[in-house]
């Protein structure tokens, strides 16, 4: 699902190219600025990347490195040698521990609207069941109110504005 999202770093929403002129125009007509046609590098090349002192900050959304990479030891010096590391989750994590800024995250099948895509290419529709815990707060809000302190606005954030942005952009989604 994270892929259909835009969330590997060659690719677009619905695994379109970065590097396509075509898909590309999509995107920057919409948002109404021009987007980076540069692919970005995966996790194994990041890390390469903070060894070679070419990457010096981290956001890192809903996963933890510091415990998943191959060679832990190794991720945690890396992790913990960056300028800035901002990590986004449900739970307290090694990563998070390293963090020099936590956002703590809803659980979004449980405490929040919208949809998810599965390995088998079959979206489903969740809605929340109960409120987040203390300040925990959905990925989409605490992303607009970071850019919101950015001076970026990225419009609605609501699940059907979303969704229907999603459907106007992504071959894959229209129809639905």
């Avoid at 699902?1 to 590097?19: V, Y």
């Avoid at 125009?25 to 995966?42: D, R, S, W």
């Avoid at 987040?132 to 850019?147: F, N, Q, S, V, Y």
């Amino acid at each position: 699902g994270g892929g259909d999202m835009g969330a590997l770093p060659n690719k677009l929403p619905g695994f379109q190219n970065i590097d396509d002129d075509v898909d590309r125009a999509k995107f920057e007509a919409v948002y109404g600025m021009a987007l980076n046609p540069t692919p970005g590098i995966h996790l194994t090349l990041m890390f390469e990347a903070m060894d070679r002192g070419e990457l010096t900050a981290a956001y890192v959304v809903g996963e933890n490195p510091a415990d998943s990479e191959a060679d832990v030891q190794h991720a945690r010096k890396l992790l913990s040698g960056l300028d800035c590391l901002v990590v986004q989750d449900i739970f307290m994590t090694r990563t998070a521990e390293l963090a020099d800024v936590v956002f703590p995250a809803s659980v979004a099948w449980a405490e929040s609207e919208g949809t998810v895509t599965s390995s088998e290419r079959r979206v489903q529709r969740v809605r929340g069941a109960v409120t987040p815990p203390g300040e925990a707060r959905h990925d989409i809000d605490i992303m607009c109110a970071l850019a919101d302190r950015m001076g970026v606005d990225l419009g609605p954030s609501d699940p059907e504005a979303l969704w229907d942005e999603l459907r106007s952009l992504s071959p894959l989604h229209a129809g639905m």
